[in-house]
């Protein structure tokens, strides 16, 4: 059974920082796309950022680019989110995600993920 558990949200200041983490289990880790998507009280969930395990090569959304850093070790099974300079638009309920070897479509489309964690949610006040 593959489970998804973030951990590491929080409330913190406008311009502060937070590492979120996302620990995978039963689940084969290594050459797969993983996502961070966010999802803020009446809106929809939106697509942070994403990694194919295997490379590690990266995609991020613009509202986050040269903020946040999407980053994974394979041996640890475990997948992360630092994020710098937040804003108070970045207050969100965040969740890990994980895909498949390929994409089908956007990265950031929620179809492309098959799991998905519980949520972490992260307040950033101003």
Known sequence: QVQLVESGGGSVQAGGSLILSCAASGYIFTNKWMGWFRQAPGKEREGVAAIYTGSGFTIYADSVKGRFTISRDNAKNTLY??????????????????????????????????????????????
């Open 81 to 126: 989110l630092q994020m710098n300079g937040l804003k108070p638009e970045d207050t969100a309920m965040y969740y890990c995600a994980a895909g498949g070897r390929q994409l089908y479509g956007a990265w950031s489309q929620l179809n492309q993920y098959n799991y998905w964690g519980q949520g972490t949610q992260v307040t950033v006040s101003s």
